[in-house]
């Protein structure tokens, strides 16, 4: 059987795979599958199924990450990784994440229907908690395992149960005490490389009417989940020159930065910044009350850390300004960051030399978002990406992904082992 | 007794009124008297017994407003009405309402102890529910007695009981099957004049160093207590091309308004913007998602109709032109108008005439906010409005009126009626 036979054999597999994930984090209008929860563990657990039924070897790490292996001749050779996590936001879509753990699978099933015998070991990875929305702090999972989870991220609490991360990795079974900075939890041995396959979550796919790209590289971010601006409550009567208005100079730098991006967008310079949460207080605000309380998150990101520095050093500038001008008071809280992810240029090239083999057509792209390739990249481990085609982006109801596009990715990474690994 | 000396002795009185409806109201940090409920009520039964001490006629409209009448030698002739309102906001202060109704019952005290025998009928009347918080339209009670209110009113629900306007009228003894538009709920007979005093609500009078001012105009208001942009939910790594940011579209409105304010101001037509609800859904938002959704109130306001017609005409191009350059919809929802109440101009000067004698300095004044007395100039009545010296604004708790300056309200109300009633 050819390795094309076997992959197309695997995409059936492959949907009723991605069905039962459905059904796992069925929460309309959407799918949540909640970080270091039941719903993430069921996932976990039908990973382990399937691999248990491919004969891999199935192994948990402190932070309940999970490792599927196919044992290569040489099992002191170095190990090549592929993987991705199966957890989602609230009401987020079915692909994000779990696209990438499933391409990696059915990768190694038709690598082994076709009686393949891997040199090193290959490792299909899930790791839990890649996004932020429950803890204010992403990538989770794949920080722990490389050993560099900020140290007090232990103590953060999931923002719906208010339970902390440790409490919720020992209720899943795993060892929050070993989860320390400069302790890796990667299963033993040298790592070759890392690679990942995940949804696009913009529409450049869609535009250009291919289904597969394989990333140049992974934007850093600085995040900030909650920036606080205190002016003054005051009645609508209040003439212009007395108000501390807190929810205009909110505005004032909603409109700062999207003008600074507008910039950097004509110059050519990708970037992105998101102000998610853009509020005044529910609990306070008024019709007649200018608002002296107002919160907001941002997340700031660029492809090479002297231009994400130069946008974190800007975003403080319109801060100060927006402050002095509005006479308010803005405290950013605290601040998380992502590294910016180089893609390694072997694999890139390699990657596409294997989509070509297999009769995928493939561009190049920057990453529009951050992933868990990206601490394997920011910890000197050689990094791949590929970006599957993908409708209506990601974190929403709508997330749209073809299944022959995934099988693109799979078969990808299969062809990609086959000559590699 | 000189007037001058009754009205001396009748400040501890004043003072002691204040302190038992601080108690009432009493709601850390600051005072809440729900409209149509119990602390209004008890407000309002402190007021008629207060009246029934001084020998005033009590009574009540079917919108529960109360009149409490000295009458005159001639019954029929036209009636002097003064008052205020007695329900505030939630955390709101001890003034902004009463002081009104506690200088007019002031003054006629006053007029008591020296042994005034007014000519026509004196009433002083507390209005309910002035404040838009509790139905999101103001001045409910005014507009009732003078039969303008709009005739869905009574179906509108309190934000926090969900019982509509007409149960919370019924729940306090009211009769809302009687109030229509255009039937007249005030006490029978022609109305000369009504006149109002109430705390400035900017700091004006706090800058110039006077205790009073007389107002040249209320101003009138169009409002939207929520406003919906629509535009879609997307993962932070979409790209700016891409994005329809509904919370972005809600600043660019906001800094457009404002922009649109300062023009004004620097052009010395007096106006105001006033955004106080301003956000992302508290349900949905994360740092990690684009807003899909945003949702802001409104209140624009200015002291002539032209003006305040061409402002609303203004902001619905800013929203859409918003609306056409974000890739958003936009909802503004149901509409609220107060009118605009211009001040008469005999009343003006026979106030600050009135005020002079009593050796009381004022200035005049827009009025920053609108009031009852807004409804009575809306409909032909002659209005009058002072404007007494405060601190920190209303409609929080910090709001800070001097009882000597509400005792020069009352001087001038006293001194006003002696030479006019």
Chains 1, 2 share one sequence.
Not at 99 to 125: E, Q
Not at 205 to 219: D, K, M, N, Q, S
Not at 370 to 384: E, V, W
Not at 395 to 408: I, S
Request: some cysteine.
């Amino acid at each position: 059987m050819s390795l094309a036979a076997a992959l197309a054999a695997e995409a059936l597999r492959v949907q009723a795979l991605l069905d039962r994930l459905a059904a796992i984090g069925a929460d309309p209008p959407g799918i949540t599958r909640h970080a270091f929860d039941a719903r993430e563990n069921a996932a976990h657990a039908l990973a382990a199924s399937e691999a248990a039924r491919l004969g891999l070897e199935v192994a948990r790490d402190a932070a309940c990450n999970l490792y599927l292996t196919w044992p290569g001749a040489d099992r002191a050779a170095p190990r090549t990784l592929l993987g991705s996590h199966f957890d989602s936001v609230r009401h987020g879509g079915n692909f994000d994440g779990a696209a990438g753990v499933v391409a990696a699978l059915a990768a190694v099933a038709a690598l082994r229907a076709v009686g393949f015998v891997p040199r090193a070991d290959i490792t299909v990875a899930a790791f839990r908690c890649e996004e932020a929305v429950w803890f204010g702090l992403g990538l989770i999972g794949s920080r722990a395992a490389l050993g560099i989870l900020p140290p007090d991220a232990l103590d953060r609490r999931r923002a719906d149960t208010g339970l902390t991360l440790a409490e919720h990795i020992a209720g899943c079974g795993g060892d929050p005490g070993a989860i320390r900075p400069g302790a890796r939890l990667l299963p033993p041995g040298p790592v070759r490389c890392f690679l990942e396959a995940h949804i696009e979550q913009a529409p450049s796919l869609i535009e250009a009417g291919v289904p597969l790209a394989v990333a140049t590289g992974i934007p850093g971010n600085i995040r900030h989940a909650a920036i606080r601006i205190a002016g003054e409550d005051a009645h609508v009567g209040l003439p212009r020159r007395f108000r501390r208005d807190a929810a205009l100079a909110g505005a004032e730098i909603f409109t700062a930065l999207d003008a600074m991006w507008a910039e950097e967008d004509a110059a050519g310079r990708a970037m992105a910044v998101t102000i998610g949460r853009f509020h005044t207080d529910p609990a306070r605000h008024e019709i007649t009350v200018v608002a002296g309380d107002f919160t907001f998150s941002i997340d700031l990101r660029a492809y090479d850390a002297p231009h994400l520095a130069w946008l974190e050093r800007r975003f403080h500038e319109v801060l100060d300004e927006v402050a002095a001008r509005r006479g308010v008071a803005i405290d950013p809280g605290p601040r998380n960051a992502a590294p910016v992810g180089p893609c390694d240029a072997a694999l890139r090239a390699s990657l596409a030399t294997a989509a070509a083999r297999m009769g995928v057509a493939t561009l190049p792209l920057g990453s529009p978002a951050s992933h868990d390739a990206a601490n394997f990249a920011a910890t000197g481990i050689p990094t791949g990406l590929l970006l599957i085609r993908n409708a209506n982006g990601s974190h929403n109801p709508r997330e749209a992904m073809d299944t022959a596009d995934l099988m693109a990715a799979a078969a990808t990474f299969a062809e990609w082992l086959r000559a590699e690994a």
